[in-house]
């Protein structure tokens, strides 16, 4: 059995305020305590904290399976292009722990990390608190301490049971539902949607865009049960895709109050219509100025969004890429076709957790006809590169394994032609860690 002065070392010596440094020490080994559904451990933790979930202004709270990090961050931009003093708090970071928690695209301060830490560790051991759910808590401590306007919470993952399942909020957003974390959510579409609508409570407002009738049941049912309005995009609010490039949609979206022509977002993908749409429906509903939803949505990156196909590289084209699972993969795949014959060959940096499908995954991006370069994340949970380049050669891919995203990259960088692609994709651990070592 570990004792907590074993685990954590320096907690028990001082009772001053720690590093930075000392303070991720804290947190980043919670994850020995994994994944533990349930709400009364963050609610012991908040209480402690003074309730800040209470104090969080404008609550957007946002589950999904996919897309729920684009919604995000379009809805903090139009909010603070609005003027509104707006949190934003995410999962997981590409680079640095700070990435998670926003203030107007700013990110906490390193010493406000640690001085919540040294507020919080006593309870945080005491309760067996988990990486996710102490890392919650600070997060709204801090936007409750600054007395933010609005905050967009994402979820973690599902919604019933995720720590973020305590706020109180104005509007509820689910933006699609799809086959991952079934091992925790359920093995069915239906199942999955359940999950996920428990973040819909009375007094809300509710937005989807999650079209199967299987899913879209579930959430129906709870906004009835909550008494609460429910739109859907694609019945309630049209889009029509005018341009699509890399690295810019244009797009209308036709709500019941008005029409929004040439609507532009930094985003790769006609996929990402159902998103922008989603962030136009809160804003409109929140009394957001026209003016201030066209400005939010092209100053989306501000919010700290990337490496959803974003461009990092050319002559060849580098395209950074955080899909990880078969329906996210399916988006990206037909995003990239759709301007596939601006590219004589398409080389894929490959790495995924093991709890993902990868087989499903291997065959969506075989529709680009392209070369793999498995790769080994820095995860303890990664596919070992060898390993997934066997499943990459039994799906019928051309392969060529690499230890590491940095040297796949440094490799293809000199193998590929200018008019070639390099796709690197598959995990937010390799998004980082290409976003550390090659960038």
């Known amino acids: 059995m570990w004792s907590n002065q074993l685990l954590f070392p320096f907690i028990t010596v001082s009772r001053k305020t720690v590093t930075y440094q000392e303070a991720l020490d804290f947190l980043f080994p919670l994850h020995r305590f994994g994944i533990k559904p ?10 402690s904290l003074g309730s800040p979930h209470k104090r969080l202004g404008i ?39 700070t990435e998670r928690i926003r203030i ?16 919080f560790k006593d309870v945080v051991l005491e309760n067996h608190s988990t990486f996710f759910e102490a890392t919650t ?13 609005v905050s967009v919470i994402e979820t973690g993952m599902g919604g019933r049971l995720d720590a973020t399942n305590v706020v109180e909020s104005a509007y509820a957003v689910i933006s699609s539902i799809g086959m991952d974390h079934t091992e925790w959510l359920g093995n069915s579409l239906s ?13 809300c407002r509710v937005f989807t865009a999650v079209s199967e009738p299987e899913a879209l049941l579930p959430i129906e049912k709870q906004a009835q049960l909550c008494d609460v309005p429910l739109s859907v995009v694609g019945r309630d609010v049209m889009h029509r895709v005018s341009a699509a490039e890399p690295g810019m949609l244009e797009l209308d979206v036709k709500t019941p109050l008005r029409d ?15 998103n922008v749409s989603l962030a136009v429906m809160v804003a409109e509903d929140a009394g957001i100025a026209v003016k201030d939803i066209y400005t ?18 050319t002559q060849p084209a580098v395209l950074l890429d955080v899909s990880h699972n078969a329906d996210g993969m399916r988006q990206t795949v037909a995003a990239l076709l759709s301007f596939r014959a601006e590219y004589r060959q398409i080389y894929v940096i490959l790495g995924l957790a093991s709890d993902k499908d990868a087989r499903a ?35 019928g891919g051309e392969v060529r394994v690499f230890s590491t995203g940095h040297e796949g990259l440094v490799f293809l960088r000199e193998k590929a032609r200018e008019d070639d692609l390099i796709l690197v994709t598959g995990s937010f651990y390799l998004a980082g860690d290409i976003i550390t070592s090659c960038i």
């Not at 808590?137 to 306007?149: C, H, Q, Y």
């Open 104 to 119: 107007n695209g700013r990110q906490i301060p390193q010493e406000k990390v640690a001085h919540y830490c040294s507020l």
């Open 137 to 149: 808590a600070l997060a709204f401590t801090w936007f409750a301490d600054e007395e933010v306007d």
């Open 191 to 203: 199942l999955i949607a359940a999950e996920k609508a428990a973040i819909i409570k009375t007094g």
């Open 260 to 274: 929004y022509l040439g609507l532009k977002a930094p985003l790769t993908g006609s996929f990402h219509a159902s």
């Open 296 to 313: 939010g949505l092209e100053r989306l990156l501000q919010t700290g969004y990337r490496a959803r196909l974003e461009k990092i590289g």
């Open 38 to 47: 349930g709400l009364d451990r963050v609610y012991t933790l908040l209480d």
């Open 59 to 97: 609550v957007v709270h946002i589950a999904g399976t996919n897309g729920k990090g684009t919604v995000a961050a379009a809805i903090a931009s139009i909010f603070q292009a609005a003027g509104k003093k707006t949190a934003l708090y995410t999962s997981p970071h590409l680079v640095d722990f």
């Open 361 to 395: 995954i291997i065959r969506e991006l075989l529709r680009l006809n392209c070369f793999f370069v498995p790769v080994t994340l820095p995860s303890e949970r990664s596919v070992p590169a060898e390993e997934l380049g066997t499943l990459c050669e039994q799906e």
